[in-house]
């Protein structure tokens, strides 16, 4: 398995496997914890329509990953790894938009 994640990767260590890993795990882990405190400031409930759930967690919490990702890479010594993801993540996003608008 981990041979397979370094090739796709294209990291030399298993050690890299498990840093990056291990920041997923915690970014995950960042957000959920942090949505909690969010929606209870803007007074999000059970009881809100799901579409305004869903857009204030898209104008909070993932921005939010976002940026817990990069600060847990830069932790874990995989910064420029987790900036090159974040790259390819944005260019995708942007790619669909711009193939919608021609």
């Not at 990767?9 to 997923?24: H, P, R, S, T």
């Not at 990702?69 to 974040?86: D, I, S």
Request: proline fraction near 3%.
């Amino acid at each position: 398995m981990f041979e397979k994640l370094k090739t796709r990767w294209g990291v030399e260590g298993a050690w890299q496997v498990v840093a990056i890993l291990c920041v997923f795990a915690l970014t995950g882990f960042s957000a959920m914890y942090i949505k909690r405190p969010i929606f209870d400031l803007l007074g999000i409930t059970s009881d809100t329509p799901i579409y305004w759930r869903i857009l204030v967690w898209l104008l909070t919490v993932l921005p939010a990953y976002q940026v817990l990702l990069l600060a847990y890479g830069f932790l874990f010594g995989q910064f420029q790894f987790f900036l090159a993801f974040e790259k390819r993540t944005f260019g995708r996003i942007a790619s669909l938009f711009k193939s919608r608008a021609s």
